[in-house]
Structures are given as C-alpha cells and as structure tokens.
C-alpha cells in the first residue's frame, strides 16, 4: 500500500469528547484525511471542523455514510445512539471506530461484532487508555516473559467526578427514585477497566461484585434541581481469571484523586508493575517496577519514542492517548495491520459488566459462561 495514501475520515458527534480527544487526534497524524464531521446540531459540526480542518459537515448521518470519500467512521455521540449509528456504518461498508459502550447490552455489542466479521470490515473500539505508553509497556513486559506467571491483577478507575452532588450526572436516569440501583460507575469506567485487564491478564472465568450508592441525590444533565437517582457510585468485585490469577476491580465516581484515574497493578513471578494514569503536577502517568530480588518499587522513564510526535508524558491525558489512537487505527487499516481493540473486545467487556451487576443482583458468584455471547 503506498506510503502517501491517507485514510478518509468522517466523524458522527461534535461535541465535548470529540472536540478534546478524537479530532486532535485525527488532525495531528498525516495519514488521516479529515473529510467530513456530522451532528444534529449543526452549528456544532461546523465550528469544529472549521477548527480541525475538516473538509465539509452534514446534519444527518445517513448523508455522511454516502460520502464515498469517508471510509471510515467514528461514532463519538451519546451511548444510546451507539448500535444504530455503528450498525448503519457497517451495513453501509465502512471500518467503524465507536465510542464505548458499543450498545446497551452485550447481546447487541455481540451483533455488531458479528456484522463487522460478516462485512470483513474493521472495528475498533474508544478504550482510550491501552494508548497509554505505560500500559503498552506493562503488554510487552506480560508477553516477553519479564512478569513471569501472573498472580495478582488490580484494577482501579476511581475519580472524584460526581462527588460534589451538584456536578450534573448524564447519561444515566431513572424515573423509578426507589427502584433498583443503576448501573453507572462499572458502566461509565468499568467498561474500559474490565477490557484493560482482559488485554493485560486474559480471559475471566467468574466473578463476585458489590455495588452500592454513595451519593443519593444529585443534579441530573437536563433536569432541574436535586433529586434522588440510585446510581452505583462505586463497585467492587473479586475477580477469577481463566489463567488462575486473581483479580480486584474497584470503579468509583466518588474516589478524590484527578482524572482518568487508572491504576494497574501486577504482581508476577518475576516483577510486578504500578501504572498510575492519574494527572499529578502536570504529569499524565507514571510507571513504577519491582523484581523479586529487589522489592523497592522504581520509576520507569519511557523514551520519547514511545509517545506520539509532538506529545510527551506532559501532554494532556485526552490528546495523549487519542493521537496514539488515531495513528495505530489508521495504520492498522491502510497498512493492513493485526486487528486489536476490536468490537469483539468491546462485546467481551460488556459481558463481564453484565455479569458484574448479576452477580450484585443475585449477591452470588457469577461464572462467565453463564452470560449471552
Ligand atoms: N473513551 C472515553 O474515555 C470517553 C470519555 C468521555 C466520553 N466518552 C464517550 O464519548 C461519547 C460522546 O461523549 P460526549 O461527552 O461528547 O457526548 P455529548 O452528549 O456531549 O455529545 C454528543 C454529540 O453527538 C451529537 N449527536 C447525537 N445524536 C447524533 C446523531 N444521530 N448523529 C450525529 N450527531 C449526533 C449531539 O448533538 C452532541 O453534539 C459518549 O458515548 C461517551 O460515553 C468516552
């Protein structure tokens, strides 16, 4: 494939996470060719491409996917929106980048994961941070032996978010106040944390969760006032991986520490690894190792090559990962790469979300087998 040829792309959804993540990360790599961008508010999409450089807008999604010049789409609209928008996309023979989660239950994620393979199209999913330099640093360290055997995996996203009850809520509702608890923190970050630890450690077999509501009453996106909304504001859940390692998830709105608010932690064998992707002082993330015969945890420095160009370790969170995003989605398609992060990955994480809160539900271990595939 030649080197010139550039990726033609078009983006559904202006606003706030495409503005900070996806478009600079489209803009700063020279093999995407920013065709189009599309939202129902128009005005939105014209601001921004007028800023990213974009070559034209629409206001209807059906408009943009019968653009022959994009080829691949990204879905970066609300949660709700994400299984049509994405669907329409394959059906209209497009690679498909989509925003997690891919749909409202892991029965239609499988779907789109099928529709892709039946389409022999390309997917990737927005888990933004196995960009994170530090985190595909732990993948080579897991693959090339230096863990050893692992024994112990635990994952944190936990941040203070929605701590302050009048930081509005969105995308999660209930017009039940006295109803069951909603599952929102193990969805809005658990998501990304139940597939990090699925790419790093592998396949889970079981698990056994505790969600709880911290906060009761809170402002709602859209609504007025304080009301109550019994969200989870914090799960907790033991983890049985396939391997034999043991797990410990924790996700948490209501944790104080600064975004995004990921820890991993490995023990193996040989070495075990901390990954804090937790801006501090300016500081995006940081990687720390210990070996067996030498247990003082040491910072790890990655070389500059290991961060986009033009990024480093200093670069905001949201761009950092989605440039490298942007460039290993593009040059996996023109260059016809391994496919990794796919909708099959987004549908495997949402079944163990799935069986997360089943097993909150039923207050009992919940074995992976159990769940729809
Ligand atoms: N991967 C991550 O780390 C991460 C972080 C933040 C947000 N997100 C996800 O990104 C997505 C977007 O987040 P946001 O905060 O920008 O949402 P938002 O609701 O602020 O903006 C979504 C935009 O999509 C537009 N839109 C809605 N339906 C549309 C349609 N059918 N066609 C075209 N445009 C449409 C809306 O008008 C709006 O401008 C969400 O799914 C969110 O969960 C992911």
């Known amino acids: 494939m030649s080197a010139t040829r550039r990726l033609g792309v078009g983006v559904l959804g202006a606003h706030a996470w495409a503005e900070h993540a996806h478009l600079p990360g489209f803009a700063a790599y020279e093999r995407c060719r920013r065709v189009a961008i599309c939202d129902v508010v128009p005005e939105r999409a014209r601001a921004l491409a007028e800023r990213f450089g974009f070559e034209r807008v629409y206001a209807d999604a059906r408009e943009m996917l019968a653009d022959p010049e994009v080829e691949m789409v990204d879905v970066c609209t609300p949660t709700g929106t994400h299984r049509e928008l994405a669907g329409a996309a394959l059906a209209a023979g497009r690679h498909v980048l989509c925003e997690k989660p891919l749909a409202l239950s892991a029965a239609d994620a499988f779907g789109l994961a099928r529709l892709a393979a039946e389409k022999g199209l390309r997917t990737k999913v927005g888990f933004t ?65 139940v597939d990090l630890l699925r790419w790093l450690a592998g396949d889970f077999r079981a698990v056994s969760a505790l969600m709880r509501n911290f906060v009761p009453e809170r402002m709602v996106r859209g609504k007025e006032g304080l009301r109550r909304v019994p969200i989870d504001d914090g799960t907790v859940a033991a983890v049985d991986f396939r391997s034999g390692a043991q797990g410990v998830i924790q996700t948490s709105f209501i944790a104080i520490g600064n975004y995004p608010g990921i820890e991993i932690r490995i023990y193996g064998s040989k070495v075990a690894v901390v990954a804090r992707l937790v801006t501090e002082f300016g500081v995006a993330e940081t990687l720390h190792l210990a070996r067996a015969g030498e247990v003082e945890f040491r910072p790890v420095e990655l070389s500059a090559d290991r961060y986009p160009p033009g990024t480093d370790v200093r670069t905001p969170w949201r761009e950092l990962y989605y440039r490298q995003l942007a460039r290993d989605w593009t040059d996996e398609i023109l260059d016809e790469g391994p496919a990794e992060n796919t909708f099959l990955d987004g549908a495997m994480s949402q079944q163990m979300v799935d069986a997360v809160v089943l097993s909150h539900r039923e207050r009992r271990w919940v074995d992976l087998s159990e769940m729809p595939s």
Do not use: C, M
């Not at 055997?149 to 944190?156: A, T």
């Not at 509702?173 to 970050?189: C, F, H, K, N, R």
């Open 129 to 193: 941070f196995r960009y994170s330099a530090a985190l595909k640093q732990v993948k080579r360290w897991i693959e090339d032996g230096t863990i050893g055997e692992i024994f112990h995996v635990h994952g944190f996203q936990q941040n203070s978010q929605f701590l302050d009850p009048n930081f509005p809520l969105r995308q999660y509702d209930t017009e039940d106040p006295d109803g069951p608890l909603v599952p929102a923190s193990i969805v809005g970050y658990g998501s990304h944390l």
